[in-house]
Every structure is written in C-alpha cells, then in structure tokens.
C-alpha cells in the first residue's frame, strides 16, 4: 500500500471553486459560494469533529467517496512540512493523500488535498497524550520515556507507529499540535497521525 500516492486528479468542478475562493478579494462570501457549490457536489463539513478544520484549513467529506477534501483558508505551513514528512518518510501511521493542487499568490502558497477517509477514535485523548510524548522526546526510548509508567502496550506493539511519532517529532521543530483530534483510524483500527503541527 503506498502512503503518497498522486493518483487522482482534482476534478475542474473542485479545483475551479476553490481557485475562485483564493483570488477573491472578499473572501467571507467567497467562501459561501464555495461551500455551496460543494455541498451542491455531495461535499459538506463531516458529521463528527475529529476532522478538525481548525484556523488554516476546512474539511469537506461525501458519503460516497473514500477521501475527504482538505482546502487552506490561509497558508497552513505546519500542514505542508507535514505532508513532506509523509513524502519523504513513508508509514502505514500517516495519513494516504492521493491528490494535491496548489496556488501561489504572492509569498503565499495555498493548497487542496484528497485525503483517505478515516474514522474517529473513542477515548482518543488516552492515544494522543502518549503519542505526544514520543514525539517530544524522540530520541529517547519507550523505557525512558514511560520510565515513571508502564510504556503503553498500544506503543509497544507498535513499532512503526513509534517510528512515525519519532519522526513527526524530528522535523517538527517548534510547532508540534499533537491532540486527541489530529488522531484517528482506518476501518481496521490502525492508528493514524493526521496532523501533527501548528
């Protein structure tokens, strides 16, 4: 299974309304026009919040579809470093983006993803505090790490789940946003980190 996997192509009927939404020069009703014409498509903001849209980005899901859309309302460079670590770094724990469009403007670059569609986690908070400690401590060992608790057997059993909290934490300089809600999972339960920086 390939982790990065440009694949699919932005259709016109996507891409079009999302370029209009970056040039417009009132980006408030650009936005509704935007929104509108991907809800006429089958796209709306997922039903539950651990797609977290956050103050960058907005989240678009349709029940038919195995993707969901992530758009930048403004330049999300924590998302786009992320997105390199996923090149670069291929893990079966970082999320499958299969499509990528961008636009410069300017000294600001703006992009849309197609993103594998994931499922929230129950208790997610018990996952990402753990996550977060690897990540901030990445070069210790898990023994090290828990040294005061019992390391967490969801890490333990996961080797390459560590290895990609390692590595988030490797590149993430100053800007690691690990939380309950940039953590989810595929249909078989596998864990993935989807968006680890501010």
């Known amino acids: 299974m390939k982790l990065f996997e440009l694949q699919k192509i932005l259709p016109k009927n996507i891409t079009e309304p999302v370029f209009s939404y970056w040039k ?4 408030y009703a650009a936005r509704s026009t935007l929104e509108n014409t ?4 089958g796209w709306t903001p997922p039903t539950f919040n651990s797609y977290d849209s956050g103050a ?20 999300d460079k924590g998302y786009a470093r992320f997105v390199e670590v996923i090149h670069e ?13 961008s636009l410069k403007m300017g000294k600001c670059i703006y992009y ?22 690897v990540i901030n401590y990445y070069t210790g060992s898990l023994e090290e790490i ?16 560590v290895k990609a909290a390692r590595l988030v934490g490797k590149y993430g300089k100053n800007d690691i946003d690990m939380h ?8 078989d339960g596998t864990i993935v980190i989807i968006d680890p920086y501010c």
Do not use: C, W
């Not at 040294?147 to 996961?158: M, Q």
């Open 89 to 101: 770094h291929p893990n079966k724990h970082f999320p499958k983006i299969s499509a990528m469009k």
């Open 180 to 187: 309950e809600g940039n953590i989810m999972q595929r249909t």
């Open 38 to 41: 991907l809800k006429k498509l």
């Open 24 to 27: 417009s020069k009132a980006p």
């Open 56 to 75: 960058n980005s907005m989240v678009f899901a349709n029940p038919k579809k195995s993707f969901v859309i992530k758009i930048n309302k403004f330049p």
């Open 146 to 161: 828990f040294r005061f608790s019992k390391i967490p057997k969801f890490l333990s059993a996961n080797p390459n789940l």
């Open 112 to 133: 849309v993803y197609l993103i594998e569609k994931l499922k929230p986690i129950k208790n997610s908070n018990k996952y990402a505090d753990e996550i977060e400690q």
